[in-house]
């Protein structure tokens, strides 16, 4: 896989005010010269050993694979990085490429909370001012996060714009950063946005798919599953694989409550269509005016009306398949993990460990699926104990509260 | 003192009919030209205030036709008084590009301004504005490079180029620096008409601008006073009218 791409296919490329071509052409320099600079990359190293705790574990979900009874299912526990999440590989690559450009100011938008965890967190490590963008409903989805994120010392701004979700948080931070990129660096936390963000944040992210390659030498692999919001933690995952015909790589969208628009974030079947939106080209839940269409799913951080454009592409050539998971499957899967092997997905890593629960049934003994758990469940606390322990969750909430 | 100004309005808002009002209150105040913007979702550029207008466009279910039918509405009332369509390039693209300028064009609409559409990176854009002689009005800000500037101008056939005075986002007040006005001078230079904007809301500002530019774009000002006067349930053409005059004065 080439480091600098700028298009996959039709996808990508670079559609931004004349304000933000200076500021992304800086960075892009930057990204090549340090992608390939040996202090940066063993700095990078020293980073991911040292204060994200790589490599992960591939751990083997033998009474998982026992109970389905097909093919065995491996776990890669990107959960257990620190901050809890996939997001801090980026954070760090970026947070240090943003020092090494001179950059004393960081902005990011979050989701879920778990990008703007793991850049608040990265930081603070590197002595970096920090701004998180969260959509005001978000906030209320995911509260823990903004507690961390300003304990690691960074300001969090409720966006109370348009859907007050991640797409909102984008909008603000770019708003931000076409008045401030002399000074500061927005670390975008999937691989989308305008270039050179989606070959940066792959490649950041890479470190995923190359651990598993080494993990799984001995294993037959045959599907790896990981869930796709804009699709970092998937092209990460995958990123070592793209270019060889095996194994089958599966990505899977949110599929909400229901089949309507506005009800899910399935972008790679018949709703998607190609679209022009903060700063890229893809596939997005779009009306016939061009107008994004509102998103639903029980995990914030799949509720994104775009998807990264390599993913798009590979999607379109028939290198990754897309599937969806509903919100009451994903949660069925953060159960049946929780009590077959003692961990807990993230709501938006449940959607991939349900798709793996499917396809694991089809497979031969012999056979290998590698599920990604992109991110630990803790954060979820406030949706997953409402759903699944109602009333016991509501009580010990009102005692907390008195 | 020519003290022209192109105004800016949210089609469709604060309600469609309510958009025809503002736009005729701004022809009968003497604007030079309208630029009416077509609501999108998710205007990266704009301020909250036009971002606010924008989704509340959207909310009474704007639909980008019926943009094309307030511009006929405006052309029937005030032949001469040029129009500038201003959008995003999600809307744009989506209508297909070449659609969108034989749109315009058949509309009588002078220019195109969409920011995210730029030279090398627009779809076609300026080259079917050439040929459907629709103007594709480049968007520059005072911080791109010369080098820059020079390929811009170079590849637009556009008669009018439009200058934001800062980055940054639409609305919050903008102090016109010397720097600004060197810039404003150095593309005069190339025998363009200049529009400059961002941040515009009082008449000094607009002295200041005066020599500098063909034209000042006030926007976010306008929308607010809109929102003023359609919250006092007061005449929207009357009271946007006089606001322009007094700008203007």
Redesign the interface.
């Known amino acids: 896989m080439k480091k600098y791409n700028n298009f996959f296919g039709r996808f990508g490329?670079?559609?931004?005010?004349?304000?933000l071509?200076?500021p992304l052409r800086e960075l892009e320099d930057a990204y090549k010269k340090y992608i390939v600079d040996t202090d940066f990359i063993d700095e990078l190293n020293k980073f991911a050993k040292d204060f994200i705790g790589r490599p992960t574990p591939l751990l083997f979900a033998e009474n998982s694979t026992n109970q389905i009874g097909g093919g065995q299912i491996y776990i890669k526990l990107e959960g257990l990085a620190n901050t809890g999440a996939h997001k801090i590989n980026n954070a760090v690559g970026q947070a240090l490429l943003a020092k090494r450009m001179g950059k004393t100011r960081v902005i990011a938008e979050t989701g879920a909370g778990q990008h703007g965890v793991a850049t608040a967190a990265a930081c603070a490590r590197l002595g970096l001012e920090c701004v998180i963008y969260m959509g005001a409903e978000d906030i209320r989805r995911q509260h823990p996060n903004v507690y961390w994120m300003e304990l690691y010392g960074a300001k969090v701004v409720s966006v109370e714009?348009?859907s007050k979700t991640l797409?909102?948080a984008?909008?603000e931070a770019?708003?931000d950063w076409?008045?401030?990129?002399n000074n500061t660096h927005y670390i975008i936390g999937s691989a989308l946005g305008p270039s050179p963000y989606p070959d940066m944040v792959r490649e950041f992210q890479s470190v995923i798919g190359r651990e598993v390659k080494e993990q799984a030498k001995d294993l037959d692999i045959a599907v790896m599953v990981a869930c796709v919001g804009g699709g970092s933690n998937a092209i990460g995952f995958f990123e070592p694989f793209l270019e060889m015909n095996t194994p089958r790589l599966v990505g899977v969208e949110a599929g909400g409550k229901g089949s309507g628009l506005g009800e899910n974030a399935i972008r790679m079947t018949d709703s998607g269509?190609?679209?022009?939106?903060?700063?890229y080209?893809s596939k997005?839940l779009?009306d016939?005016?061009?107008?994004?269409s509102e998103t639903h799913s029980i995990s914030a951080g799949l509720d994104y009306p775009g998807i990264g454009p390599q993913l798009a592409n590979l999607g379109e050539i028939g290198r990754v398949e897309f599937t969806s998971i509903n919100d009451n499957e994903a949660l069925e899967a953060l159960k049946f993990f929780a009590r077959n092997e003692g961990v807990i997905f993230a709501m938006e890593s449940s959607h991939a460990g349900a798709a793996a629960i499917k396809i694991a049934k089809g497979l031969p003994k012999n056979r290998a699926i590698i599920v990604n758990m992109s991110g630990r469940g803790d954060k979820d606390i406030f949706i997953s104990a409402k759903a699944l322990d109602e009333k016991p969750w509501k009580e010990f909430l009102m005692e907390e509260s008195k | 003192m020519n003290r022209e100004i192109v105004s800016h309005l949210v089609a469709g808002y604060p309600t469609l009919e309510g958009s025809f009002e503002v736009a005729k209150g701004l022809i009968d105040g003497k604007g030079y030209a309208l630029e009416i913007q077509i609501p999108?979702?998710?205007?990266?550029?704009d301020?909250?205030t036009i971002?606010?207008a924008c989704?509340q466009s959207?909310k009474l279910g704007f639909?980008?036709d019926m943009g094309f039918e307030l511009i006929k509405r405006v052309k029937l009332y005030s032949p001469e008084t040029p129009i500038y369509l201003m959008s995003?390039?999600?809307?744009?693209?989506?209508?297909g590009v070449e659609n969108f300028v034989k749109k315009a064009k058949l509309y009588g609409v002078e220019g195109l301004i969409i920011?995210?559409?730029?030279v090398g990176?627009d779809?076609g854009l300026y080259e079917l504005g050439k040929k459907y002689d629709v103007n594709i009005i480049?968007?520059?800000?005072t911080?791109?490079?010369k080098n820059?500037v020079d390929e811009?101008l170079r590849n637009s056939s556009s008669d009018w180029v439009y200058i934001?005075l800062?980055?940054?986002?639409t609305g919050s007040y903008t102090e016109i620096t010397k720097d600004n006005l060197d810039f404003l001078d150095y593309v005069k230079g190339y025998n363009k008409h200049v529009m400059a904007g961002f941040g515009i809301q009082s008449k000094e500002q607009i002295d200041v601008l005066d020599k500098h530019v063909d034209a000042s774009v006030v926007g976010s000002y306008f929308v607010k006073k809109t929102k003023e006067l359609f919250d006092k349930k007061m005449d929207l053409s009357k009271g946007i009218s006089q606001v322009i005059s007094d700008l203007r004065e």
């Not at chain 1, 490329?13 to 304000?19: C, D, H, K, L, T």
């Not at chain 1, 269509?273 to 700063?279: A, L, M, N, R």
């Not at chain 1, 016939?288 to 994004?292: E, K, V, Y």
């Not at chain 2, 480049?138 to 800000?141: D, G, K, R």
């Open positions: 490329g670079r559609y931004v005010a004349e304000v071509r200076e714009s348009g797409k909102d984008v909008n770019l708003r076409s008045g401030s990129f269509k190609d679209g022009i939106v903060q700063g080209k997005f779009i016939s005016d061009g107008q994004l | 999108f979702s998710d205007p990266s550029a301020g909250p971002e606010v989704s959207l639909k980008v995003y390039a999600s809307i744009v693209f989506t209508n920011p995210d559409l730029t990176a779809e480049p968007v520059l800000v911080s791109v490079p820059r811009i934001a800062r980055g940054g986002i």
